[in-house]
């Protein structure tokens, strides 16, 4: 079936490093999936950080970015520099053929400063 | 633009208390999605309604949830006699189908805690 892997639940990472989110899928449906990448800040509700509808495309959105890879099936979220305003928790998340949208499990970012 | 609006926010229940969450959609979005969040976990999809009309609800467990959105525009969310193992956030979504992209717009979740 369909499904999202995000591997690490944390990570820390120090003010102006850069980062890397893991993100790998398992989509059975031609054409498909779309890719997501949702963002929750403190305090905040669920909302989206950035998409890919295409395989090979990339997506940008305040800094991030991710590329749709279909041969690796993965959907890696990077920052060249992260900021403290960075921390959050982050879904990778990916839209089947019956439009159901399914969630990694997120990955909390720890920025230091 | 109003956002998703959900109430109420907490709820706190003994285990076969009942309890109905509810969620106003973006006007115009013609698609809700309710999902469950338990704690250290992505949101999983319970229903999904286009209009008033259920898509998949493949995913919640019918002995004891149940969705509706009569008129295509708010919805109930309800769970008769809860357990322990329902303790999560509840949260809502609505997207527009025509032009879709995929973006789900949420709202700031219902709470439920099971003692």
């Known amino acids: 079936g369909d499904s999202v892997t995000q591997t690490e639940g944390q990570v820390t990472v120090s003010e102006s490093k850069s980062l890397i989110i893991n993100c790998t899928y398992s989509?059975?449906?031609?054409?498909?999936?779309?890719l997501f990448w949702y963002v929750r800040y403190p305090g905040e509700g669920l909302q989206l950080l950035l998409k890919v509808i295409t395989a090979g495309q990339k997506g940008s959105s305040r800094g991030f970015e991710a590329t749709y890879n279909k041969e690796a099936t993965s959907f890696h979220l990077q920052k060249a520099s992260v900021q403290e305003s960075d921390s959050a928790v982050y879904y990778c998340?990916?839209?089947?053929?019956?439009?159901?949208?399914?969630f990694g499990d997120g990955t909390q970012l720890v920025v230091k400063p | 633009e109003a956002g998703v609006t959900q109430s109420p926010r907490y709820a706190v229940l003994q285990e076969g208390q009942a309890v109905s969450f509810w969620c106003d959609p973006i006007s115009g979005h013609d698609t809700l999605y309710w999902y469950q969040q338990p704690r250290d976990q992505g949101p999983q999809l319970l229903v999904y309604f286009r209009d008033e009309a259920v898509i998949d609800n493949s995913q919640l467990p019918s002995d004891r949830f149940s969705a509706v959105r009569p008129k295509g525009t708010n919805s109930t969310l309800k769970i008769q006699s809860a357990k322990q193992g329902d303790t999560a956030t509840y949260l809502c979504a609505s997207s527009r189908l025509g032009g879709y992209t995929g973006q789900l717009y949420f709202g700031e979740g219902s709470k439920l805690t099971v003692l």
């Open positions: 989509a059975t449906s031609i054409g498909y999936p779309n």
């Open positions: 998340a990916l839209r089947n053929s019956n439009n159901r949208i399914f």
